[in-house]
């Protein structure tokens, strides 16, 4: 069965520092992986994806995420925080052959001015 | 302007009485979903529909009906045989299949 574990609920950075924001998972064939933000009180909004291909991928607002198949992770980063990338980050997977996919719990990015 | 719409937005009912949550996409896309999120537990996914006239179950299905008559409609209903049913509701389409979603504004439900 696949599932999706973001480790932390909260990540505080100062702003124009770099950010990550940490997500593993576990499926039995190959990953789709997927990051999405939520603003407050909003429905959510792709970030980026990665199906296959190059490791490192890039997305929206800057973000980008490298997929580490060793470490069976897909961690989201961006070189420099804004305030405005305070918000709710879902990492999310889908195993090769399933029709769903799971998200995780969620991380809380707060971007301290 | 193509997009998810998602109806009413606050959405209050007594306990006992269903609902049915509204949810309409114009992307002409083939697959639906929807969602249940709660504080800290993220998103749970409570039924899907690959295409029209046929829907499946997804990990919290219990206390809710779904039907899916029409490609750009994916009414929800919530019963009031589910015993927690205050939350944010979010719908979402994606082209075929679980490849890139996209959600609507979601219906925060109150049952009072």
């Known amino acids: 069965a696949q599932s999706v574990a973001q480790p932390e609920d909260q990540v505080n950075v100062a702003e124009g520092n770099p950010l990550t924001v940490k997500c593993t998972y576990s499926?039995?064939?190959?990953?789709?992986l997927f990051w999405y933000v939520q603003y407050p009180n909003r429905g959510l909004q792709f970030l980026l994806k990665y199906i296959t291909g190059d490791n490192l991928v890039k997305g929206s607002y800057g973000f980008e995420a490298e997929f580490n198949k060793s470490q069976t992770s897909f961690h989201l980063k961006k070189p420099s925080a804004l305030v405005s990338d305070s918000a709710l980050y879902f990492c999310?997977?889908?195993?090769?052959?399933?029709?769903?996919?799971?998200f995780g719990k969620g991380t809380r990015l707060h971007i301290l001015p | 302007d193509g997009g998810i719409t998602q109806s009413p937005k606050y959405l209050f009912r007594k306990e006992g009485q269903n609902v049915t949550l509204s949810c309409e996409q114009n992307l002409n896309h083939d697959a639906m979903y929807w969602y249940r999120q709660d504080p800290g537990q993220g998103l749970r996914l409570i039924y899907y529909s690959q295409i029209v006239n046929d829907f499946q179950k997804g990990d919290i299905a219990e206390g809710y009906s779904v039907s899916r008559e029409k490609k750009e409609s994916f009414p929800l209903t919530v019963t009031s045989a589910q015993k927690n049913p205050t939350a944010f509701y979010l719908c979402a389409s994606s082209e075929t299949g679980p490849d890139t979603q996209y959600f609507g504004p979601g219906t925060r439900l109150t049952v009072l």
């Open positions: 999310a997977v889908r195993d090769t052959g399933d029709d769903k996919i799971i």
């Open positions: 499926v039995s064939g190959n990953p789709y």
